[in-house]
Antibody, heavy 120, light 111 residues
């Protein structure tokens, strides 16, 4: 059974960089059948796709976040990561990592999510 | 930010059939498969339907999906109390170099 687990600081100061890591178990980030994705959900609001990274490091970012986003993958640790710079209160959200299956493009496994609050 | 439009709420009594609509455009639903997610309170979304009408293993056959043109629907037959949740449609969108888009979400209440 594939499992994903987000980790990182729960509190980030405005203008600083939000950094999260997703650890995958029961599956490999080196598989070419999947993209490794990030999604967020502000409190009480809907879901927003942030972007994905492939095992080879190719990325696809949400245009609205692209200028502040960096994703990376570490196949040796079976992890992938997210960095979002210059954060504001609008970036406060539950951040989920998930596996995007390339065939029929669907997010089949999700992490439990981690709340990141942007506040001084 | 949401590109796909859903009704904000839907409700029914136990045993009833509830349908949720999802409206998009040619660049997303019109060109790509639709997925549906169920989000129970305080939990991560769970894949309910993929490729328009396919159910992952373990999803009850009370849940069914369909697509026509630039719209899609999720039907819940034999509504149960545990179906009270938020439901989101989603699809790949071919515009802006490609991106994954979600619906606005529908809160289902079991009366």
């Amino acid at each position: 059974q594939v499992q994903l687990q987000e980790s990182g600081p729960g509190l980030v100061k405005p203008s600083e960089t939000l950094s999260l890591t997703c650890t995958v178990s029961g599956g490999s980030v080196s598989s070419g059948s999947y993209y490794w994705s990030w999604i967020r959900q502000p409190p009480g609001k809907g879901l927003e796709w942030i972007g994905y990274i492939s095992y080879s490091g190719s990325t696809n970012y949400n245009p609205s976040l692209k200028s502040r986003l960096t994703m990376s993958v570490d196949t040796s640790k079976n992890q992938f990561s997210l960095k979002l710079s210059s954060v504001t209160a609008a970036d406060t959200a539950v951040y989920y990592c998930a596996r995007l299956k390339r065939v029929a493009a669907h997010l089949d496994y999700w992490g439990q999510g981690t709340l990141v609050t942007v506040s001084s | 930010q949401s590109v796909l439009t859903q009704p904000p709420s839907a409700s029914g009594t136990p045993g009833q059939r509830v349908t949720i609509s999802c409206s998009g455009s040619n660049s997303n639903i019109g060109s790509n498969p639709v997925n549906w997610f169920q989000q129970l309170p305080g939990t991560a979304p769970k894949l309910l339907i993929y490729n328009n009408n396919q159910r992952p293993s373990g999803v009850p056959d009370r849940f069914s999906g369909s697509k026509s043109g630039t719209s899609a629907s999720l039907a819940i037959s034999g509504l149960q109390s545990e179906d009270a949740a938020d439901y989101y449609c989603a699809a790949w969108d071919d515009s802006l170099n490609g991106r994954y888009v979600f619906g606005t979400g529908t809160k289902v209440t079991v009366l």
